[in-house]
């Protein structure tokens, strides 16, 4: 368990400073600071519940994000404004796009796929 614990850990201190990076780099699409921040969800979702199995965690981390994205067609305005400073940016993004789900998806399928790879018995 506080080895899981310390993989995901791991993982977000690189995940976060890769999505900032990844918005100043030309040849990178948007959607890979998308993907890159779903991967970082599905970690933080993967200490929460470290006794579940990875596809608990990756339902829930999909479910996590795309609930994200959706709240993105809110347009309360506490809610927008917040939106507009550095941390509500980088917690709930801005404005909804249909390719952002497509990137969700493929993050939390790549780290999961990564988990699957790197923990014992496949994560079970």
Not at 19 to 29: A, M, V
Not at 95 to 108: E, N, S
Request: with cysteine; aromatic share 12%.
């Amino acid at each position: 368990m506080k080895r899981r614990i310390l993989t995901s850990l791991i993982a977000i201190a690189i995940l976060i400073p890769l999505g900032l990076l990844s918005r100043h780099i030309d040849w990178l699409t948007e959607e890979t600071g998308d993907a890159l921040w779903a991967m970082m969800v599905f970690c933080i979702w993967h200490i929460i519940l470290v006794r579940r199995n990875l596809n608990t965690v990756a339902i829930v981390s999909l479910i996590h994000s795309y609930l994200t994205e959706f709240s993105q067609l809110i347009t309360w305005q506490w809610l927008t404004t917040f939106r507009t400073t550095f941390i509500g940016h980088m917690m709930l993004g801005q404005g909804f796009l249909w390719i952002d789900l497509v990137a969700l998806t493929i993050g939390i399928v790549c780290i999961y796929l990564v988990y699957k790879a790197i923990e014992p018995s496949g994560g079970e």
